[in-house]
């Protein structure tokens, strides 16, 4: 069993940044970053492969948003960058023995509370 506890949210202005922070009680195969808006459906936005630290990104975050991990603290971050009205959402810290599709929530069977993204103009 995989405990996940998200940080970090908050208010930011357009073009602000962020960093969330999940602390995990042990990694698996991968882990990532999902989000999801009042009336839509969550996507991941980034993800970490735990044994090499290969990340990807979806089209809308990339060059902005940036994942890492701390394996001495057992910490994922999201560093989020100029950030947009777009990015507020509710974000959560998900985790992955790596099967199925890396952005499917399906594929992922640990997950945090979440933690809220609000970016106003």
């Known amino acids: 069993q995989v405990q996940l506890v998200e940080s970090g949210g908050g208010s930011v202005q357009t073009g602000g940044s962020l960093r969330l922070s999940c602390s995990t009680s042990?990694?698996?195969?991968?882990m990532a970053w999902f989000r999801q808006a009042p009336g839509k459906e969550r996507e991941g936005v980034a993800i970490?492969?735990?044994?090499?630290?290969?990340?990807d990104y979806v089209d809308s975050v990339k060059g902005r948003f940036t994942i890492s991990q701390d394996n001495a603290n057992n910490t994922v971050y999201l560093q989020m960058n100029s950030l947009k009205a777009e990015d507020t959402a509710m974000y959560y810290c998900?985790?992955?023995?790596?099967?199925?599709?890396?952005?499917?929530?399906?594929?992922?069977?640990?997950w945090g509370q979440g933690t809220q993204v609000t970016v106003s103009s």
């Open positions: 998900a985790a992955t023995p790596g099967y199925g599709d890396r952005w499917s929530p399906s594929a992922y069977i640990y």
């Open positions: 970490i492969f735990t044994h090499g630290g290969t990340t």
């Open positions: 042990g990694y698996i195969y991968a």
